[in-house]
């Protein structure tokens, strides 16, 4: 802006003095924008300059926010353990970190990307699906972590899983969005890299292919999966009336702890070696593990509005022809 005012005017206005004006009088700012900012720590910020609150108000604010940082260190604490050569001596300790990719576009159709990583070895598995056979869900992560943890070796007997509550959206209050950066984003960096340099992903099973290929050393796996799902009360109130009780979503908790010395059981917390917890129970009456055996959608397919149906149809002619089987599929199952 300063450059092209001289271009224009030809005054002798110095860049310092243009950047002061701008700031002071227009309140530009200049850099960056903030991205996969938290909110409510953004809002605390705010709050603590804001000349309309009074001292006791001001005091609370900054006690909110102190606690919103120490959850963030605590959680960052456990996960630098994990990537030193310490964490890595543990033979019976698997490591994983979770998170969903930002969204890959197809012809009216968005892709969702769901990363496994293993910390220690540095691998990952990738899930793939779009629109119209899943959604951003506790469902569908559970059935992610369960087929990967039926792979996991027979010496393993600690699971560690790290992540910020991506079932939906990330709202995580122990895992503060803004300050956090866990190892699937630098995955995430590399499959981005290769992707963009295509203008344009005709098919589902292209983006799978980009996403193997990302890895230089072979690292990244990517899969496919058909979604269950699994509803349960916490055993502590299911005794307590209706509005009471506390059933199981990957959402609502984020410190899950399974005990082979109580087999079936799964102890939740709200928060971070949280002081109430809430204990899950998972098995039959035969001893069995319960495995989720009701489709989450029937027919193994999203119903996808009709509205989009139409505007897929209209882009079908601008579709490689040896892509339109796939989108065909999906039109006449609509």
């Known amino acids: 802006m300063h450059k092209l005012y001289l271009e224009k005017y030809g ?51 900054v006690a909110e926010l102190m606690v919103l940082t120490l959850r963030s260190k605590k ?51 990738f899930y793939v699906y779009h629109k119209g056979e899943g959604r951003k869900s506790p469902n569908e992560v559970c059935l992610f972590l369960h087929d990967y943890v039926k792979q996991v070796p027979a010496q393993i007997t600690e699971l560690r899983i790290f992540s910020d509550n991506c079932a939906a959206q990330n709202k995580n209050q122990a895992f503060i969005r803004g300050h956090s950066f866990l190892p699937c984003n630098r995955e995430f960096g590399v499959i981005s890299k290769r992707l963009r340099k295509h203008d344009r ?52 908790f984020y410190h899950f702890v399974y005990s082979h010395d109580m087999k079936g059981y799964t102890t939740a917390h709200a928060t971070i070696n949280g002081l109430i917890p809430h204990t899950f129970f998972m098995l039959l009456g035969n001893g069995l593990i319960v495995h989720p055996d009701r489709l989450t959608y029937k027919g193994g397919k ?10 897929l149809q209209k882009v079908l002619k601008y579709v490689p022809s040896e892509h339109i089987e796939f989108y065909d599929f999906w039109v006449a199952s609509g």
């Open 11 to 61: 005054d002798q206005v110095s860049y310092s003095f243009s950047w002061s004006f701008y700031e002071e009088n227009f309140n530009y700012r200049f850099g960056w924008p903030q991205v996969d900012t938290y909110c409510t720590c953004e809002e605390l910020k705010l709050k603590i300059k804001s000349p309309h609150l009074n001292e006791v108000a001001t005091r609370t604010v």
């Open 75 to 125: 959680f960052y604490s456990a996960l630098q353990f994990e990537q030193s050569q310490e964490a890595k001596k543990e033979g019976n300790v698997i490591s994983l970190s979770f998170y969903f990719m930002q969204n890959i576009l197809l012809p009216e159709l968005t892709v969702d990307v769901f990363c496994i990583m293993d910390i220690k070895a540095r691998t990952s598995s």
């Open 201 to 252: 992903h005709s098919s589902i099973y292209k983006i799978i292919e980009h996403i193997i290929k990302s890895s230089s050393q072979g690292k990244f796996i990517a899969k496919k999966q058909t979604y269950y799902k699994k509803n349960t009360t916490s055993e502590e109130r299911k005794h307590k009336p209706r509005g009471e009780r506390v059933t199981f979503g990957i959402s609502s």
């Open 302 to 311: 999203v119903l996808i509005k009709a509205s989009k149906l139409t505007d």
